[in-house]
């Protein structure tokens, strides 16, 4: 059984950065075969923000390519979402989900609200 638990979010203005972190246990961040990032605004679809394999190799959804950095410690069994050049679009509860050969786990979500 994988338990995740996001925090880091938060509210902060356009253009600003924020980081967000997803501390697993139950099974180490580099056993798991991919863990994403999601994130679900008000009213719409889940949506695949990033995604990073137990190899490092990473992908981005086109909304947050250059903009958003996922990586892996580790050391500390999390992974982190750096989000800089925030946007009010990027406003929405962010989910941590790890896949593994049991099966696949979600988190609970952070919050994260880009306003003036």
């Known amino acids: 059984q994988v338990q995740l638990v996001e925090s880091g979010g938060g509210l902060v203005q356009p253009g600003g950065s924020l980081r967000l972190s997803c501390a697993a246990s139950?099974?180490?961040?580099?056993?798991?075969?991919?863990m994403n990032w999601y994130r679900q605004a008000p009213g719409s679809e889940r949506e695949l923000v990033a995604s990073?394999?137990?190899?490092?190799?990473?992908n981005y959804g086109d909304s947050v390519r250059g903009r958003f950095t996922i990586s892996r410690d580790n050391a500390k069994n999390t992974v982190y979402l750096q989000m800089n050049s925030l946007k009010p679009e990027d406003t929405a509860v962010y989910y941590c989900?790890?896949?593994?050969?049991?099966?696949?786990?979600w988190g609970k979500g952070t919050l994260v609200t880009v306003s003036s």
């Open positions: 989900r790890a896949l593994t050969v049991s099966g696949v786990y």
């Open positions: 139950g099974a180490s961040v580099n056993a798991i075969s991919v």
């Open positions: 990073i394999t137990n190899r490092g190799l990473t």
